[in-house]
């Protein structure tokens, strides 16, 4: 690290917990975040300030007026201009030093296999269900850690899924496809905007802890955070032994 590096991660350097060490692991991680929206902005936000080398956007959204509410990263001058590509602009201006990769798809399979394979940590900020199952699927297959997070109204919540754990349980233990849980979209039920804004920094929280290795991680562990009382719930996850996603791993 330079004079300069030393001194932007300097308030992370002081602490003993991390150092040089730490800020070294974090410059040479790749991060991909699945979503850039409410809790994707804030997450891509602080893993870019915090000196993550390369993080990868996805979302095949246009920033929307009625985003800007809680999408802490656009400006109104965004609006009508895909999401990635407004989001990778401002991250620049906030760390020139950090690549940021912005894909503009909705990512199925395919696409994620060779993405989670790249990453060192996957932080799923999506908004529908068949998505997250697929980037759950992606990392059980390549044994990468995924911290997952959902905001609706009042309503936040947040877990780590470890598959390098063989006894951790994996999203699709907690929510098994065939339960037909009806999905529940900001557009229709509304969301309170700080809620994204504590899930997604919970979500980099949890993100910076894997990469350095440092702490306990909330693998098997969700987070229940009711923000009208201001309430924080925590639901030990089991593992599913009939789960047919990660019962082989
Ligand atoms: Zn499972």
């Known amino acids: 690290m330079d004079d300069l590096q030393l001194l ?5 350097i002081l602490l003993p917990e991390l150092g040089i060490e730490a800020q070294e692991a974090f410059s040479a991680a790749r991060a991909l975040v699945i979503g850039a929206g409410g809790l994707g ?4 936000q602080f893993l870019v300030a915090a000196g993550i080398g390369t993080v990868t956007l996805c979302d095949p959204d246009a920033v929307d007026l009625t985003n800007l509410q809680r999408q802490i990263l656009y400006s109104t001058a ?10 990778k602009a401002r991250l620049a201006a ?4 950090i690549r940021v990769e912005a894909i503009e798809v909705r990512v199925g399979a395919d696409q994620l296999a060779p993405l989670v394979a790249n990453a060192d ?7 529908n269900f068949t998505t997250r199952h697929a980037v759950n699927r992606a990392c059980v297959a390549a044994r990468k850690p995924l911290v997952s997070g959902a905001a609706i109204r009042f309503d936040g919540q947040i877990a780590v899924f470890d598959p390098r754990d063989p006894t951790s349980p994996c999203y699709h233990c907690l929510f098994g496809e065939g339960d037909d849980l009806e ?3 900001c557009a229709i039920m509304g969301v309170f905007a700080p809620v994204v804004g504590i899930i997604g920094a919970t979500q980099a929280a949890e993100a910076l802890k894997l990469i350095a290795g440092v702490g306990e991680s909330l693998a098997g562990r969700l987070l229940l955070l009711d923000a009208l009382a201001m309430h924080w719930r925590e639901v030990r996850i089991p593992r599913d032994p009939l789960c047919v996603v990660c019962k082989e791993s």
């Open 78 to 87: 965004d609006v009508g201009m895909p999401k990635v590509a407004a989001a």
């Open 94 to 97: 906030i760390n020139r030093e």
């Open 8 to 12: 932007r991660y300097s308030r992370h």
């Open 183 to 185: 999905e529940m979209r």
């Open 41 to 44: 902005a804030p997450v891509a």
């Open 121 to 127: 940590v996957v932080l799923d900020c999506c908004d």
